[in-house]
Protein backbone atom coordinates (compact mmCIF):
# COMPACT_ATOMS: atom_id res chain seq x y z
CA UNK A 1 0.00 0.00 0.00
CA UNK A 2 1.22 3.64 -1.15
CA UNK A 3 1.91 6.03 1.84
CA UNK A 4 -0.91 8.55 0.52
CA UNK A 5 -3.70 5.08 0.89
CA UNK A 6 -2.68 5.20 4.29
CA UNK A 7 -3.16 8.79 4.77
CA UNK A 8 -6.25 9.00 3.11
CA UNK A 9 -9.29 10.87 4.33
CA UNK A 10 -13.59 11.42 3.54
CA UNK A 11 -14.70 14.85 4.03
CA UNK A 12 -18.31 15.40 4.15
CA UNK A 13 -20.60 18.03 5.28
CA UNK A 14 -23.36 15.98 7.36
CA UNK A 15 -26.84 16.57 9.34
CA UNK A 16 -27.44 14.78 12.44
CA UNK A 17 -29.80 15.13 15.48
CA UNK A 18 -28.37 17.23 18.72
CA UNK A 19 -29.61 18.47 22.01
CA UNK A 20 -29.11 21.79 23.43
CA UNK A 21 -29.03 22.32 26.94
CA UNK A 22 -28.57 25.20 29.27
CA UNK A 23 -29.94 25.79 33.58
CA UNK A 24 -33.27 25.83 32.35
CA UNK A 25 -33.64 24.81 28.46
CA UNK A 26 -33.98 21.32 27.07
CA UNK A 27 -34.30 21.33 23.01
CA UNK A 28 -33.65 18.77 20.27
CA UNK A 29 -31.88 20.85 17.02
CA UNK A 30 -30.43 20.05 13.80
CA UNK A 31 -26.00 20.26 13.49
CA UNK A 32 -24.29 20.88 10.46
CA UNK A 33 -21.02 19.38 10.80
CA UNK A 34 -18.04 18.57 8.96
CA UNK A 35 -17.12 14.76 9.28
CA UNK A 36 -13.46 13.39 8.37
CA UNK A 37 -13.44 9.88 8.24
CA UNK A 38 -10.03 7.98 7.93
CA UNK A 39 -10.75 4.74 6.42
CA UNK A 40 -7.63 2.61 6.99
CA UNK A 41 -8.06 3.49 10.74
CA UNK A 42 -11.63 2.52 11.20
CA UNK A 43 -12.41 6.31 12.93
CA UNK A 44 -14.14 9.16 11.72
CA UNK A 45 -14.03 12.34 13.97
CA UNK A 46 -15.71 16.18 13.48
CA UNK A 47 -13.78 19.25 12.44
CA UNK A 48 -16.40 21.76 12.23
CA UNK A 49 -20.11 21.93 13.44
CA UNK A 50 -23.00 24.85 14.41
CA UNK A 51 -26.38 24.66 15.02
CA UNK A 52 -28.59 24.45 11.50
CA UNK A 53 -31.72 24.54 12.93
CA UNK A 54 -33.26 24.95 16.57
CA UNK A 55 -36.67 26.13 17.73
CA UNK A 56 -37.24 29.56 17.07
CA UNK A 57 -38.58 30.35 20.32
CA UNK A 58 -34.91 29.79 22.73
CA UNK A 59 -34.03 32.76 24.32
CA UNK A 60 -30.62 34.45 23.93
CA UNK A 61 -27.86 32.78 26.29
CA UNK A 62 -25.04 30.15 26.65
CA UNK A 63 -25.89 26.36 25.69
CA UNK A 64 -23.98 23.27 25.43
CA UNK A 65 -24.71 21.43 22.30
CA UNK A 66 -24.88 17.72 22.22
CA UNK A 67 -24.89 15.36 19.21
CA UNK A 68 -22.80 12.11 18.32
CA UNK A 69 -21.46 11.56 21.69
CA UNK A 70 -19.81 15.05 21.51
CA UNK A 71 -20.11 18.50 23.64
CA UNK A 72 -19.41 22.02 22.72
CA UNK A 73 -19.93 25.59 23.76
CA UNK A 74 -22.20 27.53 21.68
CA UNK A 75 -24.75 30.47 22.04
CA UNK A 76 -27.69 32.46 20.76
CA UNK A 77 -26.69 36.37 20.40
CA UNK A 78 -29.35 38.30 18.88
CA UNK A 79 -30.91 35.57 17.47
CA UNK A 80 -27.71 33.57 15.77
CA UNK A 81 -26.11 30.30 16.95
CA UNK A 82 -22.39 31.38 17.14
CA UNK A 83 -19.82 29.34 18.74
CA UNK A 84 -16.31 30.04 20.34
CA UNK A 85 -14.37 27.30 18.80
CA UNK A 86 -16.44 25.02 16.22
CA UNK A 87 -13.47 22.73 16.76
CA UNK A 88 -13.79 22.36 20.37
CA UNK A 89 -15.32 18.89 20.85
CA UNK A 90 -15.68 17.06 23.93
CA UNK A 91 -16.71 13.28 24.38
CA UNK A 92 -19.48 13.18 26.54
Not at 12 to 28: D, K, N, P, Q
Not at 30 to 49: D, F, G, H, Q, W
Not at 55 to 79: A, I, Q, T
Request: some cysteine; glycine content about 4%.
Amino acid sequence: MSSPEVNSSIRESVLVSGTLRASTVLASCIVRAIKVTLPNLETAEYVKADVALAPPHMPDGNYELHFEGRMMKVRKSDGVWLSDDSRAFRAN
